[in-house]
């Protein structure tokens, strides 16, 4: 366990200028708060805020950050309070340990709703203060450290799920990816044990070799540079667990095809020499011309700045080079910590401040997005971008995300640039609007004040502001159909009942109406009719409480609304609105099975149509169709699913894995087998299982057959 003594040194070092008696102070309190408390390891509970502070001071963290690593926890778990905090260390360190008991203390409904709100309210904190995520993700690293210590696999999973999910990618957006390594590796090994495990085995099983390997080049390297009277530091580095599993998988790969497990930095003193070195790398050996990034000429979101290429060594191997600064490298470990300028002012310069505003774009996009599983996609797009530079007409530069297209980079210009766009040049030339940006090109979008955006754009483009604007034309079309469709099927209806609608519109009991079913006004009520959400009927009961005759006809009208009334009893499994005589479907897209969040989609005239809920094409429909259903647990059903088995060919690998199918409870539908050239077998299966953990438990036990490399679901 770290000391406070130790941390009092490591700050001393680089704020020796600071007074450290806050951090003292911190201690003791801290110490007190805690005093007979223990953490699940059987530690005293005092050791996890030392190893916080202790994370903070390792990456040079300010006294006051310090100090709020000590404290973090006292709100939440001890009789301490805010005005106790205040008076004792100052409105500084009472704000950011309030932020962290605030992104502590989140309960909600489901997985999802949970999942979203905290990403919200972590970006939110971040644009207040980073110095309130900085202590959370040293909360959640130390966390993982001691997870072997939660006696509960569920626990487990779900707290490395949630740590892949979230604060993963907010360490790699942030830039620090020391803490973004450690995080994805450890959850990585508590996710997939078993892939874990054959991975390090693997690394291990010819790891004295690498090594020895990895001095050759570094000597050789070294030699070469000290010829051309550059000083430099060169590393070799393994890539992380997690890194390799990923791309084995992305990109069907085995482990021996992974040529970059192996890595070298070179590290210098000034940018001219990175470009010098970069140039007798390419003297040396034949560079790869795909593989070379600049990312010091063109620096990541998050401030990493290095020279990445890879060249054909003297074997014929791959070699993978980054060349930095050892300020650029100082970055690349501590990301926004590198740069910390809280001192005097208590901001961040300039620079930062613009390097960092991805932050407050995010939330500007998402402030109107309440759709958890809408909001989830979107920021992992903005939490995962790999970078396209695209150039203006007038030659200033914006940056994309990979994959972008002209409509994403109109709507980067202007919201009405993107909604009025009608084509795109490229480079001078006519090009489709779903054509894929590159580095480099010039984009020039053509636009007319009498186009709108179309649906099918929802197909192409990954910009969130775009995704956001068009889904919000869209929504505004919709609402004017349904608003008027709603008004037309109202007035039929109450006019049956001899209900002059018009006049109840304006009389309390609609407005009584209105709050009975959540809306916030008559226009949202009205519409919701259009939408086949909820029928004239229902509105009829509720301003005139006849209850009597008009349930059974209310069933029949909404059935009419969102599709035909089955004859024979529909296939089971799925209810709707706790209406069991609706004609359902299931989405192809994603085959949801029972114990997977679903959601259902109204067609009017086809029924209701299910998908997961984070369903790539569940996402881009209407909120405003969607509808609230449930599995029926009462009900057992088998569903098909496809799967993917990745291996390599030996005799009998397909009857033994037809029979593990069989011999695990699942029917096969169908399979489709394809054999590479380099002796790698592709197998497609559709099976039918019973629900979420029938389809766990035969992905599992088909992970065992001999010379069975992975097994992935289709998504």
Same mark, same amino acid.
């Given at each position: 366990?770290?000391?406070?003594?130790?941390?009092?040194?490591? %700050?001393?070092?680089?704020?020796?200028?600071?007074?450290?008696?806050?951090?003292?102070?911190?201690?003791?309190?801290?110490?007190?708060?805690?005093?007979?408390?223990?953490?699940?390891?059987?530690?005293?509970?005092?050791?996890?805020?030392?190893?916080?502070?202790?994370?903070?001071?390792?990456?040079?963290?300010?006294?006051?950050?310090?100090?709020?690593?000590?404290?973090?926890?006292?709100?939440?778990?001890?009789?301490?309070?805010?005005?106790?905090?205040?008076?004792?260390?100052?409105?500084?360190?009472?704000?950011?340990?309030?932020?962290?008991?605030?992104?502590?203390?989140?309960?909600?409904?489901?997985?999802?709703?949970?999942?979203?709100?905290?990403?919200?309210?972590?970006?939110?904190?971040?644009?207040?203060? !980073?110095?309130?995520?900085?202590?959370?993700?040293?909360?959640?690293?130390?966390?993982?450290?001691?997870?072997?210590?939660?006696?509960?696999?569920?626990?487990?999973?779900?707290?490395?799920?949630?740590?892949?999910?979230?604060?993963? *990618?907010?360490?790699?957006?942030?830039?620090?990816?020391?803490?973004?390594?450690?995080?994805?590796?450890?959850?990585?090994?508590?996710?997939?044990?078993?892939?874990?495990?054959?991975?390090?085995?693997?690394?291990?099983?010819?790891?004295?070799?690498?090594?020895?390997?990895?001095?050759?080049?570094?000597?050789?390297?070294?030699? +070469?540079?000290?010829?051309?009277?550059?000083?430099?530091?060169?590393?070799?580095?393994?890539?992380?667990?997690?890194?390799?599993?990923?791309?084995?998988?992305?990109?069907?790969?085995?482990?021996?095809?992974?040529?970059?497990?192996?890595?070298?930095?070179? !590290?210098?003193?000034?940018?001219?020499?990175?470009?010098?070195?970069?140039?007798?790398?390419?003297?040396?050996?034949?560079?790869?011309?795909?593989?070379?990034?600049?990312?010091?000429?063109?620096?990541?979101?998050?401030?990493?700045?290095?020279?990445?290429?890879?060249?054909?060594?003297?074997?014929?191997?791959?070699?993978?080079?980054?060349?930095?600064?050892?300020?650029?490298?100082?970055?690349?470990?501590?990301?926004?910590?590198?740069?910390?300028?809280?001192?005097?002012?208590?901001?961040?310069?300039?620079?930062?401040?613009?390097?960092?505003?991805?932050?407050?774009?995010?939330?500007?996009?998402?402030?109107?997005?309440?759709?958890?599983?809408?909001?989830?996609?979107?920021?992992?797009?903005?939490?995962?971008?790999?970078?396209?530079?695209?150039?203006?007409?007038?030659?200033?530069?914006?940056?994309? *995300?990979?994959?972008?297209? *002209?409509?994403?980079?109109?709507?980067?210009?202007?919201?009405?640039?993107?909604?009025?766009?009608?084509?795109?040049?490229?480079?001078?030339?006519?090009?489709?609007?779903?054509?894929?940006?590159?580095?480099?090109?010039?984009?020039?979008?053509?636009?007319? +004040?009498?186009?709108?955006?179309?649906?099918?754009?929802?197909?192409?483009?990954?910009?969130?502001?775009?995704?956001?604007?068009?889904?919000?034309?869209? +929504?505004?079309?919709?609402?004017?159909?349904?608003?008027?469709?709603?008004?037309?099927?109202?007035?039929?209806?109450?006019?049956?009942?001899?209900?002059?609608?018009?006049?109840?519109?304006?009389?309390?009991?609609?407005?009584?109406?209105?709050?009975?079913?959540?809306?916030?006004?008559?226009?949202?009520?009205?519409?919701?009719?259009?939408?086949?959400?909820?029928?004239?009927?229902?509105?009829?009961?509720?301003?005139?409480?006849?209850?009597?005759?008009?349930?059974?006809?209310?069933?029949?009208?909404?059935?009419?609304?969102?599709?035909? %009334?089955?004859?024979? +009893?529909?296939?089971?499994?799925?209810?709707?609105?706790?209406?069991?005589?609706?004609?359902?479907?299931?989405?192809?897209?994603?085959?949801?099975?029972?114990?997977?969040?679903?959601?259902?989609?109204?067609?009017?005239?086809?029924?209701?149509?299910?998908?997961?809920?984070?369903?790539?094409?569940?996402?881009?429909?209407?909120?405003?169709?969607?509808?609230?259903?449930e599995w029926n647990i009462e009900v057992e059903e088998t569903y098909p699913v496809k799967i993917l088995v990745h291996s390599f060919d030996r005799v009998g690998l397909m009857a033994d894995m037809a029979a593990n199918i069989t011999k695990n409870g699942a029917n096969i539908n169908s399979v489709i087998s394809n054999t590479r050239d380099d002796g790698s077998v592709e197998s497609s299966f559709t099976i039918f299982v019973k629900n979420a953990e029938h389809l766990k438990k035969v992905l599992k036990e088909l992970k065992k057959i001999k010379m069975v490399h992975d097994v992935i679901r289709i998504k």
């Open positions: 366990m770290i000391r406070i003594n130790d941390i009092l040194d490591k %700050v001393a070092k680089y704020h020796p200028e600071d007074g450290l008696d806050i951090i003292d102070r911190a201690y003791i309190y801290s110490a007190k708060a805690h005093a007979g408390q223990v953490r699940l390891s059987g530690e005293p509970y005092l050791s996890h805020p030392l190893e916080v502070a202790g994370m903070l001071a390792d990456i040079k963290l300010d006294t006051i950050s310090v100090a709020s690593a000590l404290l973090h926890d006292v709100l939440e778990d001890t009789e301490a309070t805010e005005e106790e905090i205040e008076k004792i260390f100052g409105p500084e360190v009472l704000h950011i340990v309030a932020g962290v008991t605030k992104l502590s203390k989140l309960n909600f409904s489901s997985a999802q709703v949970r999942e979203a709100e905290s990403i919200r309210k972590m970006l939110l904190a971040m644009s207040n203060d !980073i110095r309130v995520i900085l202590i959370k993700l040293a909360d959640r690293l130390h966390n993982m450290r001691t997870l072997q210590f939660h006696k509960s696999e569920e626990k487990r999973r779900k707290i490395a799920q949630e740590t892949l999910d979230i604060y993963a *990618p907010i360490a790699s957006r942030l830039g620090i990816y020391k803490v973004k390594n450690e995080l994805e590796n450890t959850a990585f090994k508590y996710l997939h044990p078993d892939e874990y495990n054959n991975l390090v085995n693997m690394v291990n099983r010819d790891k004295e070799q690498r090594e020895k390997y990895i001095e050759t080049v570094k000597t050789f390297i070294k030699k +070469k540079l000290n010829e051309n009277n550059l000083e430099c530091e060169v590393l070799g580095r393994y890539k992380h667990f997690h890194s390799i599993h990923h791309k084995m998988i992305s990109q069907n790969l085995a482990f021996e095809e992974i040529y970059d497990i192996i890595a070298f930095r070179i !590290i210098l003193d000034t940018i001219s020499q990175c470009y010098e070195v970069l140039g007798l790398l390419h003297a040396l050996w034949k560079p790869i011309d795909i593989k070379f990034k600049d990312y010091i000429g063109r620096p990541k979101p998050n401030m990493y700045q290095s020279l990445h290429t890879t060249v054909i060594g003297p074997y014929g191997e791959r070699i993978e080079f980054q060349i930095r600064t050892r300020e650029m490298d100082k970055v690349a470990k501590s990301g926004i910590a590198a740069h910390w300028s809280y001192k005097e002012g208590k901001h961040f310069d300039k620079k930062i401040t613009n390097a960092y505003s991805w932050i407050k774009n995010i939330i500007e996009n998402q402030v109107n997005v309440r759709d958890p599983n809408e909001f989830l996609e979107n920021v992992r797009l903005d939490l995962f971008p790999d970078e396209v530079y695209i150039f203006t007409p007038n030659g200033d530069i914006k940056s994309l *995300p990979k994959g972008a297209t *002209p409509i994403d980079f109109a709507y980067l210009i202007h919201t009405e640039v993107g909604n009025q766009c009608v084509g795109a040049k490229i480079n001078g030339r006519m090009v489709p609007l779903k054509s894929v940006l590159k580095t480099g090109n010039t984009v020039e979008i053509i636009t007319s +004040k009498k186009h709108h955006p179309s649906k099918d754009w929802l197909n192409f483009v990954i910009t969130v502001k775009a995704r956001s604007r068009i889904r919000q034309w869209i +929504k505004i079309q919709e609402k004017e159909r349904s608003l008027s469709l709603g008004r037309e099927m109202c007035d039929k209806a109450f006019r049956k009942y001899n209900l002059n609608f018009n006049s109840l519109l304006k009389k309390e009991e609609m407005k009584q109406a209105v709050n009975h079913f959540g809306f916030k006004n008559v226009e949202d009520l009205i519409a919701s009719v259009g939408y086949g959400k909820i029928t004239p009927l229902q509105i009829i009961r509720t301003v005139t409480r006849q209850t009597e005759t008009l349930a059974d006809e209310e069933s029949s009208l909404l059935n009419k609304i969102i599709g035909r %009334v089955k004859k024979k +009893k529909p296939k089971p499994g799925v209810t709707v609105k706790g209406i069991d005589d609706v004609l359902l479907k299931f989405g192809k897209c994603c085959m949801p099975v029972p114990g997977e969040p679903i959601t259902g989609y109204i067609t009017r005239g086809f029924g209701v149509t299910i998908h997961r809920v984070n369903c790539v094409n569940a996402l881009k429909m209407s909120p405003e169709r969607q509808i609230e259903v």
